[in-house]
């Protein structure tokens, strides 16, 4: 089975600052993916980014960054400038080869300030 | 259309009825699945169609719980005799193919369900 946990309930950050965010998971899977999600307020999840645990280069989009380290099963996102829109829920989550879906962790309630 | 379209988005029902949500996946997209979200916790997976087929049903909590997709487009989930602990936002993804190979799932804004 995978698993995913996320140890940081809440967090907060002021604006134009940076911020990161812990993911730690588990899996038996060689062949893995992980991904960020976001949800606002909308409830709508939102891909915010994704790595393939083959590739050893840290996934970057724009403002958003992880690190990755395969041997410690651990996956976190830094947000770089935070700006007010960043503030949402932000959910850590895995897909394996043998899973047709993702295993998402409980989620960090990311809070921005003025 | 543009995104992926759930109704109703809330719902209030009374203990013991019959519940059924909607979920219009993107045009085109082939996989179709369906998560639970209880308050303070992240989405927790339900089942998901490939087609017409559900290709994994093994996060259904009981036999209450049904979920059909006739046409390989529109899905329905169907709730009996509900229970207060079904309460939560019900969300449906979609993607182009199976997920293997880019994982990418594209969420509707969800369904919240309270019962009463």
């Known amino acids: 089975a995978q698993t995913v946990t996320q140890s940081q309930p809440e967090m907060s950050v002021q604006e134009a600052e940076t911020v990161t965010l812990s993911c730690t998971y588990d899996?038996?899977?060689?062949?893995?993916?992980l991904f960020w999600y976001k949800q606002p307020p909308s409830r709508q999840m939102i891909l915010v980014i994704r790595?393939?645990?083959?590739?050893?280069q840290n996934a970057t989009e724009n403002r958003f960054s992880v690190n990755f380290q395969k041997a410690a099963k651990s996956f976190s996102l830094k947000i770089s400038d935070s700006q007010l829109g960043d503030g949402a829920m932000y959910f850590c989550a895995i897909y394996g080869g043998s899973q047709g879906n993702l295993i998402f962790g409980k989620g960090t309630k990311l809070s921005v300030k003025p | 259309g543009a995104g992926v379209s759930q109704t109703p988005s809330n719902k209030v029902t009374e203990k013991g009825k019959y519940v059924e949500l909607r979920c219009d996946p993107i045009s085109g997209h082939t996989a179709l699945y369906w998560y639970r979200q209880s308050l303070g916790q992240g989405p927790e997976f339900l089942i998901y169609?490939?087609?017409?087929?559900?290709?994994?049903d093994s996060g259904l909590p009981n036999d209450r719980f049904f979920a059909v997709r006739p046409e390989g487009s529109v899905s329905t989930l169907k709730i009996q005799r509900t229970e207060r602990g079904d309460s939560a936002v019900y969300l449906c993804?979609?993607?182009?193919?199976?997920?293997?190979?880019?994982?990418?799932?594209?969420f509707g804004e969800g369904s919240r369900l309270t019962v009463l």
């Open positions: 169609f490939q087609g017409t087929g559900a290709a994994d």
């Open positions: 790595q393939e645990a083959y590739k050893q």
């Open positions: 993804a979609s993607s182009l193919i199976w997920t293997g190979g880019t994982g990418e799932l594209f």
């Open positions: 899996t038996s899977e060689s062949d893995y993916y």
